[in-house]
T-cell receptor, first 116, second 113 residues
Framework: GNSVTQMEGPVTLSEEAFLTINCTYT??????LFWYVQYPGEGLQLLLK?????DKGSNKGFEATYRKETTSFHLEKGSVQVSDSAVYFC???????????????FGKGTKLTVNP | DAGVTQSPTHLIKTRGQQVTLRCSPK?????VSWYQQALGQGPQFIFQ???????QRGNFPDRFSGHQFPNYSSELNVNALLLGDSALYLC????????????FGPGTRLLVL
């Protein structure tokens, strides 16, 4: 089946540390890949996306590269801030052939805490 | 430009009751998807509505049903509530027939006692 596996958290870092959150996927065909972020008490916000192999998504200093050969989409940031503390979800999208947009399949999420 | 809105923000029900959650999509969007997010888990796809029809459904029982109105807004109905239905219910909107990102609302937190 189609699934997403994320590294288990929680992850605790000091401000300005380097961040990597691993994400691998299993899917039929070639899905689009996403990272969403959820701040405490809020819904999900799109952080970045990549729609085909070797694409790099980037936003707010975060980056992730779609690696077909390793079926991975790891999230990285060179220098985290306290305000980056949140839960991060990796997701893939599957086309719905009957019309409409893509259905998202999410990982379980990784909680990041950044200390000053 | 209004984003995705959901109502109510919080809701408390008892087992066996029925609940209706509402969602208004982002301006210009015509497709609405619903997700259930249990505590500490990733969102799970419930179903999607496009052109007022249910287009795709996840692994949820028939107690979960929905509707889309001509103005593209949508409702999620859950009958015979169980304790396990306690979760954050997220609505996402997008533009159908186009490869488009889904934008999420803030969610409705449902507690079943």
């Amino acid at each position: 089946g189609n699934s997403v596996t994320q590294m288990e958290g929680p992850v605790t870092l000091s401000e300005e540390a380097f961040l990597t959150i691993n994400c691998t996927y299993t899917a039929t065909g070639y899905p689009s890949l996403f990272w969403y972020v959820q701040y405490p008490g809020e819904g999900l916000q799109l952080l970045l996306k990549a729609t085909k192999a070797d694409d790099k998504g980037s936003n707010k200093g975060f980056e992730a590269t779609y690696r077909k050969e390793t079926t991975s989409f790891h999230l990285e940031k060179g220098s985290v801030q306290v305000s980056d503390s949140a839960v991060y979800f990796c997701a893939l999208s599957l086309s719905i052939t009957q019309g409409g947009s893509e259905k998202l399949v999410f990982g379980k999420g990784t909680k990041l805490t950044v200390n000053p | 430009d209004a984003g995705v809105t959901q109502s109510p923000t919080h809701l408390i029900k008892t087992r066996g009751q029925q609940v209706t959650l509402r969602c208004s999509p982002k301006s210009g969007h015509d497709t609405v998807s619903w997700y259930q997010q249990a505590l500490g888990q990733g969102p799970q796809f419930i179903f999607q509505y496009y052109e007022e029809e249910e287009r795709q459904r996840g692994n949820f029982p028939d107690r979960f049903s929905g509707h889309q109105f001509p103005n593209y807004s949508s409702e999620l109905n859950v009958n015979a509530l169980l304790l396990g239905d306690s979760a954050l219910y997220l609505c996402a909107s997008s533009l159908g027939l186009v490869q488009e990102t889904q934008y999420f609302g803030p969610g409705t937190r449902l507690l079943v006692l």
